[in-house]
């Protein structure tokens, strides 16, 4: 492939992002706004992600109550471990073992042995 491809590869990926911020901006993200007014006025607990591009970098997340369940609380820490388009796994499970001390796990008995001595 020749570095004029290249060149043109990128600039219709660049040209697709743009639209897709386009989309986002002026109807994803007003539905969005309504969405979190209603689950804050309600106390609703709500993750949500999108996507704008293949890059983690490029999206939004937003959160509502985070604190009402830790399925929602993994949500939001996995979405918080991307490192160049991919997930670190060690820091999820960093991120998850400092908030919940689980001696049921096997993972984290292994990963943090003196957390989980028996006696």
């Keep these: 492939m020749t570095v004029q491809n290249n060149v043109s590869i990128m600039e219709e ?27 804050k006025e309600h106390d609703i607990g709500m993750f949500a992600e999108v996507e704008i591009s293949d890059s983690l970098s490029e999206g939004c997340t937003s959160n509502i109550n985070m604190n009402k369940s830790m399925r929602m609380d993994m949500l939001y820490i996995l979405s918080r471990c991307g490192e160049d388009n991919s997930v670190n796994i060690d820091k999820f499970f960093m991120n998850i073992a400092k908030k919940y001390d689980n001696g049921q796990s096997i993972y984290m008995r292994r990963a943090f042995p003196e957390k989980h001595v028996t006696q």
Excluded: F, N, V
């Excluded at 697709?16 to 209603?38: F, G, N, R, V, W």
């Design 13 to 39: 990926e660049e040209r697709e992002t743009h639209a897709k911020e386009i989309i986002y901006d002026e109807q994803i993200s007003p539905l969005m706004q309504k969405i979190i007014e209603i689950c």
